[in-house]
Structure formats: C-alpha cells, structure tokens
C-alpha cells in the first residue's frame, strides 16, 4: 500500500522535471508571438513609407527617417523597436516617378516599374533555446540570429505623383 507521503513525494518529482518544460515552451510562445509582432508592425511602418511616396513628395532620406521615428519613438504607447538594429541599409526605398503624360511624349513606351519599401529587423536567438535544442539532441539547428523582412509595393501602374 502507498502511503500519503510517497504520493505526495512522487507529485513532487514530476512537478520537477515537468516544470522546467513548461517554462521554457512558455518563453517559446512569448518569444514568438514577439516576433509576429514586431513583422506586422515592420509591414504596417512599409506601409505607412509607401503611403508617404504616394501621397507627398518627400525623398528616399526623409523617408527613411520618418519610418525610423514611427518604429522606435518613445514618447508614442507601444512597444518599440531599438534604434540600433535599424541602420540605413535594413530600410531600403525605392521611389520612381511616373512622367507626366503631354501630347509630346504620349507615344513613348512606359515603364511600369514600382515603388518599394522594404525593412528588415534583425532578432538573436536567446541562449536559453539553444541550450534547450542542444540538450534536445538537435546541435546546431538553430541559427543564432532570425532576420525578420516587410514589404510593400505603390501598386503596380499607379507611380508616386508628383
């Protein structure tokens, strides 16, 4: 017969070796859903560059700057990104201005190329993971850092107006 104190010393031991498997599988879904996070807000920043190649006549420069204040200014509420890790080539732009049409160059082929914003933000792989996926028995699945992208595109045909 089992007594109370070997159930209750058994409940013990797994919680234990249970515990620790939750805590870092509860970091795991915390971590990622940081990571969805942080690409939609690096899709909604492309969104707001191309909106501003659209509809105002400001330059690559400027842009880029404007983007870099709305992800990582403090004084809006939210989380924000660190400023460090969005140097100028993670914000890449790419402006091209339609010609306007005159009866002097109505003839002349068109070029349909588009206007792009596209930023990149790089995340490390906490060291608690890759301690976890080596202990796991997978050495050297993880890469030490993910390099999350947004894009987005004036559409097609549209240009930036002038």
């Given amino acids: 017969m089992v007594s109370n104190t070997d159930k209750k010393g058994q409940a013990l031991i797994e919680i234990i070796l249970v515990l620790p498997v939750l805590c870092i599988l509860m970091s795991m879904i915390t971590w990622f859903t940081r990571l969805l996070l942080t690409r939609q807000m690096l899709l909604t920043a492309a969104r707001y560059g ?75 792989v906490p060291t608690i993971f890759t301690a976890f996926s080596s202990f796991i028995g997978n050495k050297g699945d993880l890469p030490d850092k993910i390099i999350i992208s947004a894009r987005s595109e004036v559409l097609a045909g549209t240009g930036a107006k002038r």
């Fill in 50 to 124: 191309t909106d501003m190649i659209y509809y105002t006549d400001m330059n690559e420069d400027q842009i880029r700057q404007e983007i870099r204040n709305y992800l990582t200014d403090k004084s809006i509420e939210g989380r924000k990104l660190n400023a460090e890790k969005l140097p100028d080539d993670h914000i890449k732009i790419h402006i091209y201005r339609y010609p306007t049409i005159t009866p002097f160059n109505v003839y002349q082929p068109i070029n349909f190329e588009t206007s792009w914003v596209e930023i990149y933000y790089e995340f490390s």
